[in-house]
């Protein structure tokens, strides 16, 4: 019988249906069944000739960012149907040097390893290692280390990758390539979808529609998808907004020093080496949102305002950055929620759980989700029944938010919880209310300063530790 062309009148993409090999048949009244006629499972192993053929679910994803990419590749890689529809592929989801590079840690590239290797060389390729030297926390004022991070051993003892930083263009450029054009379809914005007990149906801004078995938000942190299951809602402004800055200019540092966050009240800056001589840094002030409109040449006078009298570290970086190369946004976020989805339908990345950049672990969190996800449904489509239950689709996806919870939640948490101590940081005793001659300018090391950098660097070397390596996934470890 001849494929028909189920609910899509857009030809460009469309998804045949063969209505012999699909029969629905209730066994009752809460339990349907997905009968699948000559169509073949595929196991990860592939079949006895080593060949592997597609698995019956299709999965359809709303976003093509870093989540959604990551997620069809693996998809793609353990035989699933896949179609990934995207607003803008050009648009890098509105990045590009806006939001500059992307720090990938150990545990992120462990599980790009695990989903396909030669991706994961591709990536390790073309980033700029900084697990290998010095990263932490440094007094802004002063330029003198808080706390240094060792992010090497425990990726080398557990036989990890070192955690790099790479352009978020270019790491788009390598999945989209890996994902390849028959997959991606571009200027495709989901809007809508509903849902029955055989499938889940996608309407785009065009009209145009599609169907799968399961539909994954991986749509960011302004997500319709999230809207439609949850309903519309406010992102939460951090209270800061980010200036961001890339600049050619090779500090003295260069070989010890991967990226240092330095501090301040209301204040901190990052500095980040991302190879090729340059670095990349984000200066992020507590203010109100975008309530200053800066003209074309007036963001460098307003840093340097803003951070006068910080180390030369600090000002160097701003000093050598050109105007034209610095950009602002506002930082939001989510509140946490403890339900991604229903039914057929659940969340990724920054759809499902949008943080602050603070701890650099957003986008390896999309990359942990998507790994997670896929195995889920992994486990479903091998269990070598030709049968395929509409409530083991669902309780796959059940399974994997559960699983991401805590982990995420904790991460989530913690991204928070550092800017709101940056709003009672002081390193030094004011002496405001004593009208002296000197005092105004006089260093005197607060009290609790020295209890913290006692106890911060053990407690958070603790929790690196358990960020870069404590993604659940044992059969990762000593690869």
């Known amino acids: 019988m001849a494929p028909l062309i189920g609910l899509n009148s857009c030809i460009q993409y469309k998804y045949p249906v063969n209505i012999s090999e699909f029969r629905i048949e209730k066994f009752s009244m809460r339990r349907y069944y997905v009968r699948s006629e000559g169509r073949g499972y595929v196991h990860l192993d592939g079949d006895s000739n080593g060949k592997k053929e597609k698995k019956s679910l299709r999965v359809l994803i709303a976003g093509g960012g870093i989540a959604g990419l990551v997620l069809a590749l693996a998809a793609k890689n353990r035989g699933f149907e896949v179609k990934v529809f995207e ?4 648009a890098v989801r509105g990045e590009g040097r806006h939001r500059g590079p ?3 840690l150990s545990n992120a590239l462990a599980v790009l390893e695990a989903i ?12 700029c290692v900084t697990g290998n030297r010095i990263n932490g926390i440094a007094d802004g004022l002063s330029g003198e280390w808080f706390a240094k991070f060792d992010l090497l051993t425990p990726a080398i003892r557990r036989g990890l ?9 270019s790491l788009q450029d390598i999945l989209v390539n890996a994902v390849g054009p028959e997959i991606l379809s571009n200027k495709s914005k989901v809007v809508d979808f509903m849902e029955d007990s055989n499938k889940v149906i996608i309407t785009l801004a065009n009209g145009c529609q599609y169907d799968g078995e399961v539909l994954i938000g991986a749509d960011g942190i302004w997500s319709e998808v999230r809207s439609k299951l949850f309903g519309r809602q406010e992102a939460k402004y951090s209270n800061y907004t980010c200036f961001s800055g890339l600049t050619n200019f090779v500090p003295p540092y260069i070989n010890t020093v ?6 301040g009240r209301d204040q901190y800056f990052v500095a980040s080496d991302i190879g090729n001589g340059k670095m990349q840094w984000y200066a992020f002030n507590r203010e109100a949102p975008m309530n200053n409109f800066i003209s074309a040449g007036g963001k460098k006078t307003r840093l340097l305002n803003l951070f006068r009298g910080w180390c030369d570290e600090v000002i160097t970086l701003i000093m050598e950055t050109p105007d034209h190369m610095i950009s602002q946004r506002d930082i939001y976020d989510r509140d946490m929620i403890y339900s991604w989805g229903t039914g057929r339908v659940t969340l990724v990345g920054d759809a499902a759980h949008p943080m602050q950049p603070n701890l650099g672990q957003g986008g390896c969190m999309a990359i942990e989700d998507c790994y997670q996800l896929i195995l889920e449904l992994d486990k479903i489509a091998n269990s070598r029944c030709s049968i395929l239950p509409s409530d083991q689709i669902v309780s796959a996806l059940r399974r994997y938010e559960k699983k991401r919870l805590f982990r995420v939640s904790t ?3 913690a991204s928070r919880m550092a800017s709101q101590v940056l709003a009672v940081y002081q390193p030094y005793i004011e002496f405001g209310f004593v009208h002296l001659p000197g005092l ?6 607060h009290p609790g300063i020295h209890v913290a950098r006692m106890l911060f660097p053990i407690f ?4 690196m530790t358990w960020m870069i390596s404590g993604h659940g996934f044992d059969h990762l470890k000593k690869r």
């Open 411 to 413: 991460i989530h948490t």
């Open 116 to 127: 396909d290797e030669n991706v994961a060389k591709q990536i390790m390729e073309a980033g």
């Open 258 to 263: 991967g990226y240092r966050v330095f501090l």
């Open 102 to 104: 992307i720090q990938l």
């Open 87 to 90: 607003k803008d592929l050009s």
């Open 161 to 169: 990758p070192l955690t790099l930083v790479i352009s978020r263009m």
């Open 460 to 463: 958070m070397q603790q929790f």
């Open 440 to 445: 105004s300018t006089l260093r005197i090391i």
